[in-house]
């Protein structure tokens, strides 16, 4: 069972910046951040393997960047140019080399002046 511990959510101001992080308690072959604004299904936001293999969603691109520190089993999402539209609760992912998921608890992203 692997464990995974974000943080970095918070409140800021439209065009502001956050960087979230996510610590796992073991590897995993792939790490990323999902997203779940109200009434809303949670979505993908981007995903990195284990060799540094990215994927973004469109909202994302350009204004995101995800990367991790594998030898502190870590992925980071810095977030900047941030929008309302970008409020929601972000949640860590992570999958094994088996292909078993794994999920954090979630940390709220606040956008509002």
């Known amino acids: 069972q692997v464990q995974l511990v974000e943080s970095g959510g918070g409140l800021v101001q439209p065009g502001g910046s956050l960087r979230l992080s996510c610590a796992a308690s073991?590897?995993?072959?792939?790490m990323g951040w999902y997203r779940q604004a109200p009434g809303k299904q949670r979505e993908l936001v981007a995903d990195?393997?284990?060799?540094?293999?990215?994927e973004y969603a469109d909202s994302a691109k350009g204004r995101f960047t995800i990367s991790r520190d594998n030898a502190k089993n870590t992925v980071y999402l810095q977030m900047n140019s941030l929008k309302p539209e970008d409020t929601a609760v972000y949640y860590c992912n992570g999958v094994s080399r088996f292909g078993i998921n794994y999920w954090g608890k979630g940390t709220l992203v606040t956008v509002s002046s």
């Open positions: 073991g590897s995993l072959f792939s």
């Open positions: 990195i393997t284990g060799v540094g293999t990215t």
